[in-house]
């Protein structure tokens, strides 16, 4: 997936050890692979030394004798800021820096890493721990075709993948699918707690509503028809769907409040860059 080149990922926490898993998984050598994260004596970091995989706890422990041809930050935004310019001299040598930091815009690297340096930002979401991520790629003039095609294979390797022409849209992304995985599972908590107070036992009204949202997920991603077209195929004219919908689709229902979470989401996006 990189044609033989190698990787260093910056962070290996859920999301990166995430991602280097599904890398693995398709066929990416460990040898191929360096970390750098402080939690290196961790046994999830440890099974990645296992798959031959190199992990060290600063960049200067990893010293000359690894040579990237690619840059993953998977940081904290707080954390890049204090070792951003550690990374310089892999830019001057032509790796392409990939980054999956919220907030963090082109315009931060090229300052630190050098106007000349080639950098793409991503935004995927962490459904990416189970292969099924949604990720956002926007490149700089200084990334060639081939080097965003293997930055693509990278981010397939956990999910889906799309291209942006405009970085400033990464921000309606992130309230979009960035955040969207909680937004899920805050449905998936309201259904049970509804269940609850309808009458049900607490455990089962928690299987019944995870496992709905689930299935409903899965139909609507192996089905040719619109999520709206799925609404109406389930919805008998004046029968209980309909009744629920009636609610959930009235002015002040979920259209409007949805609205206004990814706008919400998105703001912030923008106040972080």
């Excluded at 004219?237 to 002015?251: E, F, I, K, S």
Aim: with cysteine; hydrophobic share 45%.
């Amino acid at each position: 997936m990189l044609n033989n080149g190698t990787l260093l990922l910056v962070g290996c926490g859920k999301m990166g050890g995430a991602m280097l898993q599904g890398w693995l998984d398709r066929g990416l050598k460990g040898s191929q692979v360096a970390i750098v994260d402080p939690s290196t004596q961790a046994d999830y970091m440890q099974s990645f030394v296992k798959q031959g995989v190199r992990a060290v706890e600063s960049l200067a422990d990893l010293g000359n004798s690894f040579h990237p041809d690619y840059v993953l930050f998977a940081v904290k935004p707080q954390m890049i800021d204090a070792t951003i310019a550690d990374y310089q001299g892999y830019a001057e040598q032509g790796a392409v820096f990939l980054s999956v930091i919220a907030g963090k815009q082109i315009s931060f690297f090229e300052e630190h890493l050098g106007a000349d340096a080639a950098i793409v930002r991503t935004m995927p979401n962490t459904p990416a721990a189970v292969s099924r991520g949604m990720t956002v790629l926007y490149a700089n003039q200084n990334v060639s075709k081939e080097q965003a095609d293997a930055c693509e294979g990278l981010m397939a390797a956990v999910g889906e993948t799309a291209w942006l022409d405009n970085e400033e849209q990464i921000d309606a992304v992130t309230g979009v699918s960035g955040s969207g995985p909680a937004y899920i599972f805050y449905l998936a908590e309201c259904l049970a707690q509804a269940g609850v107070d309808a009458g049900l036992p607490k455990e089962l009204a928690r299987k019944l509503a995870d496992t709905t949202v689930f299935g409903a997920g899965e139909l609507l991603r192996l089905s040719d028809d619109s999520p709206s077209q799925l609404r109406i195929n389930v919805t008998s004219p004046n029968g209980t769907t309909q009744a629920a919908l009636d609610v959930l689709m009235a002015d002040d229902g979920l259209q409007p409040v949805m609205t206004q979470a990814v706008a919400a989401a998105a703001k912030r996006s923008k106040e972080l860059s």
